[in-house]
């Protein structure tokens, strides 16, 4: 789906750790000799490649050879006749690029690289393939123009330079690719404004186009191969609507459509895989139809020569879709009569009988795991009642009646993976006492009970997902000998022998986080806990030169911290609050962290110190703050220069036991202050001056003070007025003032005081106001007023009784509001836009497609000029993103491509020039949170930022630093082990100054 994977290089520095294992993958070659995996057993998070002797015969042996520090091994395949493996070495992107290698699978030579050293920029992409007969090997890489994705062929020996397979095309970009079963051709989905399907000659030559037209952010959203063919979904027809196509591989006949016509609404399930018999000749898949959400199972000839079948019986499928062996599809269905959730279910392959249930199923009861036995006879599938676990077996054709395997139920509460071999099977679950995993064995004929394997012996010792069967023996991840070391382990499924490991020991992990982060110019500025598990401190990142971190702070004892920070606005310096002895002190530092920082507040043995709400003024020229640096019942409100020239002075004292209020005006020179309660005994209003001494300080006494609350507090865009929300008229009944900074005037109303409670307000251009009320008939409206009260309010939007403004956006220059309402239907939100002055009639700018669509959030581009929403137009309740202008000048365009049914589309950011949007989303996996980036003006698809994360990795927060680069936080390498990175994709940027001398 995905053009590319941004370079992407690690910001932050070691996080603290703690010993774990090393092994991180692991795969099985034909044959079952040898096991290759991944692991950092020589130094924590540096991956590097082995092989092991399945019988532990031997030691493992490194096949990459001794890897320097920063390198790792990414990816990496078994050739099919298990005598080769083939592998990319990355250099985490710290100025180098991804290389491709061969090696045998024994080790007995080194390693071979299979191109040409690569110019700087030029990296092998993910994609590995190799072809059955283990001659070439297909990878993706940018070797001929920088960060576009292009298909190349190679021999696995390395005996010829490799030859590039896709077309010249200026604006191609391929995706992934499979080599056919024969070695002669490759398949590949390659974008050229759509998604398509292409075949070339496994050595090269003309290039043939498979897929048939698609419209416009339509295309192929899924593959495979079977035999001489490749079958597929497309929208060709409607958007969105994915139906079933098949066509010759080498593009001797047009693509043909498998599925029947489909009814409006009706469409080929993209969530659920398609599944091809062993004989290459049916394509199983589900169709979901309009009739109230069914998903139906169906199988077709991939040749199109027999008609489609529906082969659930009329039932329904869920789950997964298991082809065994001997060509029967194994399924999932709720039964007649409801007493379960679901059955399971097997039928031919070609639909040429009726669907039968293994097994029986009492009331209640509930089918939730199964998996096919390796010579397509068995399969095992585990059954629960609200009371019970069980594990049975039975033919797949369900000749023979279930046998029960399992003879102590009470020892497992879930069981979590599953594996079938031809005498046993092998199963993983949580005790029920203890809750810990272990690992059980159970002969097929049930002649006798399960036998427990493996148990961690560590009191927090676990098994880690995923088992495989190899001969007689399973092979399992788990610390057994030592909490946190995850090893390799072989163990007899007769339990003839004890486990024996195949790996060695690992390194470390990190128990550390990242916790916030900003862009400083071209550096990262972030907090994390890297030294000392629970002491966050603030870290400088050089995005250009990389490099280890800066941290910005003084050291800090294990009671002490950061806990916040704000960048200058010109990205030059950070300021940081720091804790030290139960104090909070203010710091300025160089965001580069070449200088120590500067500590802002006088020394105090105080408690308490500076408070959150310190800042730059808009010029970055004055740092406000408050403190309590003269008594903890006064505190002061204090300027200083922000480039040193002088100390930090007091503006205003005042009593500090009660919280305040503070704002900065935006042309630098004020300060609105609003002490919860002040020396005088009420509560009042202050105007500052920052640096203009014949000013001195204004003061309003608000009425009725001593039960008013002030919760609000803003200056007009103009600079001279404060604009407040307060209950100073009634109580509880907040209603929104203004008062000129100057003093010259006291209170002004800008609503009447008979009139609903302003809920918010923000100040827009002109010095206008834009604020929400509570109306009777229980609406809430928008409107505008200016902030000198000189005219009544002016409405936004008319709405009828019920509805509401739910919330409220300002276009960064001030001039148009954004804001979502149910103005046209109850309880549907929708996008509506308005000049911010009232001076024309507010525009509908999302769609609405059903009764339920609703626009979930929604911003403005930094030009003002367009709006980037979140709307549930396709899908109720999955969003997708779309951009329109502000005045509706054009109907909005979504900018994603479709989603899985379970695929979500989190939150999204626009670059600072408004020519690209980055958005987190899960396309197709419900578990992994990826970042993309696409232009605003959409057409093209998305590029991924954040390369795949681990197995429940997630990308957490992100900004832009320039169109092609981007900060992320993720756990992309550890689960829950969140730290920054530096995403850069293929656009060329200037190049990064040589970095100033240490001073």
Known sequence: MAQEHARVRKLSGPLPFARVSAVSDYAVARGERWIVYRADATLDEHLELYSVPTDGSAAPRALCGALAAELDVQEYRIAPDGLSVVYTVDTRFEGGHSQLFSAPIDGATPAVRLHERLPSWASILFGIQISPDSQRVVFLGDLLVDGRGELFSVPLDGSEPPVKLDPLLADGVVHEASISPDSRRVVFRMSQGDLELYSVALEGGPVTRLSGPSIPLGGVLEWRLAGERAVYLADPFLNDQLELFSVPIDGSLAPQRLNPPLASGTFVDPDSPLVIDPAGEHVVYRLFTANFGVVELHSVAVDGSTGDARIDAGMGSSGSIRMTASGRVLFLARPAGGNANSALYSVQADGSAPAVQLGTLPRNSNVTLFEPGVDGKHVVFVRTTPSALDVFVTNSDGSTPEIRLDRTPQDVSSIEALRVGATHAAYSGRLTVGGQRALFSAPLDGSAAPLRLLEPSPPLGDLYPGITLVGANVLQRTDWNEDGVVELFSVPLDASAPPTSLSGPGAFTTVGDVQRFARAGRFAVYLADQEQDGVVELYSADLDHGGPPRRLNDPLDATDDVSDFVVSPDERAVLFRARHGGRNGLYLAPSDGRTRARKLDADSAMLGGVESDYGFTPDGKWIVFVSNGRSNFLTDVFAVPSDGSAAARSLLTFDGAFGHLLALSPDSKRVAFCPSFSSSGGLELVSLSIDEPG?????????????????????????????????????????????????????????????????????????????????????????????????????????????????????????????????????????????????????????????????????????????????????????????????????????????????????????????????????????????????????????????????????????????????????????????????????????????????
């Open 695 to 999: 000013f001195g300080v204004q003061r309003l006494s608000l009425p009725y003070s001593f039960a008013a609350s002030v919760t609000s507090l803003r200056i007009s865009t103009d600079s001279r007025y404060a604009v407040f929300r307060a209950d100073v008229v009634t109580d509880e009944r907040y209603l929104l003032y203004s008062w000129p900074l100057d003093g010259s005037t006291g209170l002004v109303p800008l609503m009447q005081p008979h009139s609903g409670g302003a809920i918010d307000f923000a100040c827009a251009a002109d010095g206008r106001v834009v604020f929400r009320i509570l109306q009777p008939q229980d609406r809430i409206e928008l409107f505008s007023v200016s902030a000198d009260g000189s005219a009544p309010p002016t409405p936004l939007c008319a709405l009828p009784p019920g509805r509401r403004v739910l919330e409220f956006v300002l276009s960064p220059d001030g001039r148009r509001v954004a804001y979502r309402a149910d103005a046209e239907t109850d309880d549907r939100y929708e996008l509506f836009s308005a000049p911010s002055d009232g001076s024309a009639s507010s525009v509908k700018l999302s769609n609405a497609s059903r009764r339920d669509t609703d626009v979930s959030a929604f911003a403005f581009t930094p030009d003002s000029q367009k709006v980037l929403f979140l709307a549930d137009t396709l899908r109720n309740e999955q969003d997708d993103l779309y951009v329109v202008p502000a005045d509706r000048s054009t109907a909005p365009k979504r900018l994603n491509p479709s989603l899985a049914p379970h695929g979500t589309l989190f939150d999204f950011r626009c670059s600072d020039d408004g020519r690209f949007v980055a958005y987190r989303a899960n396309h197709d996996e419900r578990a992994l949170v990826e970042l993309f980036r696409v232009p605003i003006e959409g057409g093209v698809a998305p590029v991924p930022f954040s390369p795949p994360p681990i197995a429940g990795g997630d990308v957490r927060a992100y900004r832009f630093v320039s169109p092609s680069e981007v900060l992320y936080d993720a756990d992309q390498d550890e689960d829950e082990a969140y730290e920054l990175y530096f995403g850069v994709l293929s656009e060329l940027r200037r190049p990064a100054a040589p970095p100033e001398p240490l001073r």
